[in-house]
């Protein structure tokens, strides 16, 4: 869990919520892991794997790949202003929430 928190940018209790629904839904399991006896993959289901191949770019894929077209100056630019952005509307100090997800903080 701690692993896909760092890798969304979320909290753990978030990505616990996540995947119990993945689970719950049939979309993916938990097996042991190979390398670690005391730790567990998440692992996609047939089903899982059948919903990854029919669904459309997200809108968190979109922005990632538009912002990778851009020079790293202009990547600079932009994280600089996000960040003035931020700061300025005082919320600089609020964790962030996966897109379109509420903040309870915010």
Same mark, same amino acid.
């Given at each position: 869990?701690?692993? /896909?928190? %760092? ?5 753990? @209790?978030?990505?616990?919520? %996540?995947?119990?629904? =993945?689970?719950? #839904?049939?979309?993916? /399991?938990?097996? +042991?892991?190979?390398? #670690? +006896?005391?730790? *567990?993959?998440?692992? =996609? @289901?047939?089903?899982? &794997?059948?919903?990854? &191949? ?5 809108? &968190?894929?979109? /922005?990632?790949?538009? *912002?990778?077209?851009?020079? +790293?100056?202009?990547? !600079?630019?932009?994280? #600089?202003? /996000? ?12 964790? +962030?929430?996966?897109? *379109?997800? !509420?903040?309870?903080?915010?």
């Amino acid at each position: 869990m701690h692993q /896909l928190a %760092v890798k969304t940018g979320t909290s753990e @209790t978030i990505v616990s919520t %996540v995947v119990a629904r =993945l689970i719950g #839904d049939g979309l993916a /399991l938990r097996a +042991p892991s190979k390398d #670690d +006896p005391l730790r *567990f993959e998440l692992v =996609l @289901t047939h089903k899982g &794997q059948r919903v990854v &191949q029919r669904s459309a770019r997200t809108v &968190q894929e979109q /922005l990632l790949a538009s *912002f990778e077209r851009f020079s +790293p100056e202009e990547q !600079r630019a932009l994280a #600089d202003a /996000l960040e003035s952005w931020v700061a300025g509307a005082g919320l600089g100090a609020v964790s +962030p929430a996966m897109f *379109f997800e !509420r903040n309870r903080e915010g």
